[in-house]
């Protein structure tokens, strides 16, 4: 391959590459304030007296030098009916230093920890599942963002703000996502299909515990749903897709174990857990488990050792091999191509 091939290659393979595909663009001017108040995250908040920056942008060259602290986005967009069957996400890319973001009043997810348990996550790509019970098809949605800023410049500076629908997603015949029972503690026998869940709390999935109550919480926790199969999957062979997890988990179908990740026997420090949040979870589904047509129950049990925990991110739902096969083929592609770039760029392409 002559270098003029590989700088084509290299220009054409990330468009190639790349899993979104731009549906709104959310580029431009967005409403902006400095301060901090719960009621900047209503979807009826009136903010017309609010000023108006550039996005993606840092405020310091806005009008707000030397600012540091909270602030708030807002931003409304029309979201088109024909979207209402395709997976859609917002894409934020980098925001400095930490955020917390609202789709029509409603906590969405975030991503850094906020004070007084501070911790910045200004080089995080931010990229939040949007539950399609959360939008408002052929409508007006409200997006509103908490951000802080602990030093130099803040906000959203990332490129590339949009909402996205995913060409490789993973797609989903039955959706998991949105609200799950759940529990902090540990007792395997909440693994079982009638294990009593309802005085259980309810939180987002996904969506990590720390924003929903349980900030700075270390330790097991339980999650779990109830969902019903249809018959017309009976004949497929069934994934269960958790997206990631922070930090370990068992899952259990009607109370029995199907899969697991990383050791329940790990403690901070431990280097062999370093990257087991980072891995997404899939795992078989045996069919002599499904109660079809019936009511099923999925427990996971979690261990997070240090700083957020719990389901955070990704597909959560139940999917076919078939489809999960082509997701894998799809990843496997975008993964050649980086080991390609490492080799081009250490000298090891023949």
């Known amino acids: 391959m002559n270098g003029k091939n590989i700088w084509i290659w290299i220009v054409l ?30 979807a009826e908040y009136d903010d017309s007296h609010w000023e108006s920056i550039r996005v993606p942008g840092r405020w310091e060259d806005q009008g707000f ?20 069957e395709k997976t859609l996400f917002l894409h934020l890319g980098r925001i400095d230093d930490c955020d917390r973001v609202y789709l029509n009043g409603k906590l969405l997810n975030g991503t850094g920890g906020m004070p007084p348990k501070y911790f910045t996550a200004y080089s995080a790509q931010r990229t939040y599942y949007l539950p399609p ?8 949605n409200v997006i509103a963002i908490q951000v802080y800023d602990s030093e130099l410049e803040g906000g959203i500076v990332g490129s590339g ?11 989903m015949h039955v959706n998991l996502s949105g609200t799950w029972k759940f529990r902090t503690g540990d007792d395997l026998a909440w693994r079982d299909r ?26 097991f926790a339980w999650y ?15 994934i269960l897709s958790l997206g990631r997890i922070d930090d370990v988990d068992e899952v259990y179908l009607n109370g029995e174990r199907i899969g697991y ?8 420090g431990d280097a062999a857990h370093s990257n087991w949040y980072q891995m997404e979870r899939f795992y078989t589904i045996p069919r002599d488990l499904v109660r079809w047509n019936g009511e099923n129950v999925i427990a996971v049990r979690v261990k997070d050792v240090w700083r957020d925990g ?4 990704g597909s959560i739902g139940i999917t076919t091999r078939s489809a999960w096969m082509k997701y894998a083929r799809n990843q496997d592609r975008v993964h050649s191509f980086g080991e390609f770039l490492e080799k081009l760029f250490d000298g090891d392409w023949e």
């Open 13 to 42: 393979l990330p468009a190639l590459c790349l899993a979104g595909i731009n549906e709104v663009d959310l580029r431009g001017k967005w409403k902006f304030e400095i301060g901090d108040r719960p009621q900047y995250s209503q």
């Open 65 to 84: 030098p030397g600012y540091d602290g909270f602030a708030w986005y807002r931003k409304k967009f029309d979201l088109p009916r024909d979207l209402k």
């Open 133 to 140: 019970e959360l939008l408002h098809y052929g409508g007006v």
């Open 161 to 171: 703000v949009s909402i996205q629908s995913e060409r490789k997603a993973l797609a």
């Open 194 to 219: 009638d294990a009593d869940d309802s005085d259980w709390q309810e939180l987002i999935v996904p969506m990590r515990w720390d924003y929903q109550g349980f900030a700075e919480y270390d330790g």
């Open 224 to 238: 779990r749903k109830k969902v019903v199969i249809g018959r017309d999957l009976e004949d497929e062979r069934l």
């Open 261 to 268: 990740t990383g050791d329940m026997n790990f403690e901070q």
């Open 310 to 313: 719990g389901i955070y991110e």
